[in-house]
């Protein structure tokens, strides 16, 4: 018992000396009581970090002109995700943005008459955008600010459609 010029020690120290004292009594709730406390919150973590979907990465975007003009794209699109909810209508779950990986200084991507240009491209807010990726049921709606006019194209947002590059086909 301390007096009254010592100090009462901490609650921490007091559940020490009484499992100092009293553990060897208890050893197996002690061990059930570690393994709840340390072993379940670590286990479901690292299913947590597991289960995260793979980084989609740069993809490829392929740009046909089939106007009698010069296109000229922008380096930016805007990307709209949506969900299927009654026939012709469609729910946006989330949007976010595509950046072509164009040369240092290169802000518009030129495609002259008659040509196709492929450029790499990546999403810029990919993190916010990857839980909904491969689920087989959002649609992906990508449009390019262009001259003489924006160009646009639907995807299903799944992995195998970028994997295989998003073609826009851009016709009078």
């Not at 989609?56 to 949506?82: C, D, H, M, R, W």
């Amino acid at each position: 018992m301390p007096s009254e010029l010592e100090p009462e020690a901490p609650e921490l120290i007091k559940q020490l000396r009484w499992l100092q004292v009293h553990g060897k009594n208890h050893w197996k709730l002690i061990v059930i009581a570690l393994v709840t406390v340390l072993v379940i919150p670590a286990y479901n973590l690292a299913t947590t970090i597991a289960s995260k979907p793979k980084s989609l990465g740069e993809f490829q975007i392929v740009i046909e002109n089939q106007l009698p003009e010069t296109l000229k794209v922008g380096e930016l699109a805007e990307f709209y995700l949506s969900a299927p909810e009654t026939p012709a209508m469609n729910r946006q779950v989330s949007s976010g943005l595509i950046r072509l990986s164009l040369p240092d200084g290169m802000y518009r991507l030129t495609v002259e008459p008659g040509q196709t240009v492929k450029s790499k491209a990546s999403l810029v807010n990919e993190a916010r955008l990857l839980p909904y990726l491969d689920a087989g049921e959002f649609f992906g709606l990508i449009i390019f600010s262009a001259s003489p006019k924006p160009i646009r194209t639907e995807i299903l947002f799944m992995r195998k459609e970028f994997e295989n590059g998003i073609y826009f086909g851009v016709k009078s």
